[in-house]
């Protein structure tokens, strides 16, 4: 979480945990920064309710060193009528997980004037976003998964949906995901939004949507949901801690590259009593040579080399007949993809946390379905998307200057009018380079 909070901001050297108890979330930045090697200054901020949590944070973050730490922890409610949150400051969040209602609700400290189900977290979700949104800041927050997929919490993420200049992606990292936590839990990533990504006009979208209408989507049995189903037995199967990893999920795959695996199978159980979940074979999580984020609001994919298990936060691809894993990584990460992904799909558009279905998928049009339709074009897409492929994180401005030029490539695929190309590129080209 600390690793994927510097990524997000490269550039921020200020970070806050507003509800930081005994700081495990700011000391695991410390040592993060540290590990890159970063130099200057980090300034952490946490608050707490709770003195004597703030006591034990600042005894843990002051053995830290090797680095110049600007230490602020402070007793304070994050959740004030008027608290100011410090402009500029990244958020690491680990808040309470609490309801104001229901059989073990906890009594409001305030009146609310918000409608759905009232809770803390979902408070505190909703302060960080709008801190977010205001000082174009990114954030990570673990929150009940259920905040993320019940009906109840939708007003709470339709007020966080309805900030300008920010987005946000839910990561469903299932029960168990940290010592002491049982509940299902979810990796909220909020980030400020990219320049450039209004919608197209209505009548160019309708035009996208009729060129597309013409193109064939690819088979159906070239996309499965057949990652490992951890069920309610995750403690059982999945090693946190492996010498060797060989189980990969969401989070390992960016567009283009796949990170190595972090995690470890253990697999051979066929059977555990009460418990539900379902491995399949290494042998068939080897067969497809594409997967993608099931967390997203667009198609992203990697090339699956080398390949492993993965969970079923990935969703996988066998392109069809004679089509190159990395022709078919190029077209499903390209703007038209992501486009008509979310022109088709309303909900994928609309709902704050967008789930990739199969679905989905295999209701995508393709410029082509086999190499010999278009030899030469395939073979370019195919070797650019090859160039790119690399370790998440291996980022840099060569990277997407390749990016950007393969992005424009795969448009040109889908021979659209060139007021059309034009508009989605507009659109899309800052979206798709996250
Ligand atoms: C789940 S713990 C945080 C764990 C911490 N992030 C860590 O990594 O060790 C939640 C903390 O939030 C604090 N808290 C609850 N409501 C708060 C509020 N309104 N403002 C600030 N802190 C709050 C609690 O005292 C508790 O220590």
Redesign the pocket.
């Known amino acids: 979480m600390a690793a994927e909070l510097l990524d997000a901001a490269p550039t921020v050297r200020s970070f806050l945990?507003?509800?930081?108890?005994?700081?495990?979330?700011l000391l695991a930045l410390v040592a993060e920064w540290r590990a890159r090697g970063r130099d200057g200054e980090l300034e952490l901020i946490g608050?707490?309710?709770?003195i004597r949590?703030l006591e034990q944070a600042r005894a843990a973050l002051e053995e830290e060193g090797g680095c110049r730490l600007h230490l602020r922890l402070e007793r304070?409610?994050?959740?004030a009528r008027g608290a100011r949150w410090p402009a500029g400051a990244a958020i690491a969040?680990?808040?309470?997980w609490a309801s104001y209602s229901g059989r073990q609700g906890i009594a409001a400290p305030r009146a609310r004037s918000a409608g759905g189900w009232p809770s803390?977290h979902g408070d505190f979700a909703e302060r960080i976003a709008r801190h977010c949104a205001l000082h174009a800041v990114p954030a990570l927050v673990l929150l009940p998964a259920a905040w993320c997929e019940l009906e109840r919490y939708a007003p709470s993420r339709a007020r966080v949906d309805s900030l300008p200049g920010l987005s946000c992606e839910c990561e469903l990292l299932g029960e168990h995901a940290f010592p002491g936590v049982i509940g299902s839990t979810a990796l909220v990533h909020m980030r400020p939004s990219v320049r450039g990504s209004r919608p197209l006009e209505p009548d160019l979208l309708r035009a996208l949507r009729a060129h597309l209408a013409a193109l064939s989507a690819w088979p159906d049995e070239c996309f499965g949901d057949v990652g490992v189903h951890t069920g309610n037995a995750a403690d059982e199967l999945v090693d946190r801690a492996p010498l060797r990893p060989d189980l990969r999920e969401g989070r390992d795959l960016g567009a283009f590259r796949l990170g190595g695996p972090r995690l470890a199978l253990r697999a051979g159980l066929e059977r555990l009593d009460g418990r539900r979940f379902r491995t399949g074979t290494l042998a068939g999580a080897r067969s497809w040579p594409v997967l993608l984020r099931q967390t997203a609001n667009r198609p992203i994919a990697a090339v699956h080399d080398p390949a492993a298990w993965f969970r079923n936060s990935l969703l996988a691809c066998r392109p069809p007949a004679d089509v190159s894993p990395d022709c078919a990584v190029a077209l499903l990460n390209g703007p038209v993809a992501a486009h008509f992904h979310q022109l088709a799909h309303a909900d994928a558009r609309q709902r704050v946390f967008p789930q990739l279905k199969i679905a989905h998928l295999r209701a995508q049009r393709f410029p082509f379905a086999s190499r010999a339709a278009a030899p030469a074009l395939h073979d370019e897409l195919a070797r650019r998307a090859l160039a790119l492929r690399g370790r998440a994180g291996a980022i840099d401005a060569e990277w997407e200057s390749k990016r950007a030029a393969l992005a424009e490539l795969s448009t040109t695929a889908y021979h659209l009018p060139e007021s059309l190309a034009h508009a989605v590129r507009r659109a899309l080209v800052d979206r798709v380079a996250r």
């Not at 608050?47 to 709770?50: G, P, S």
């Open positions: 945990d507003p509800a930081c108890g005994a700081g495990a979330l608050w707490d309710l709770d949590m304070r409610d994050a959740l969040a680990n808040p309470p803390v």
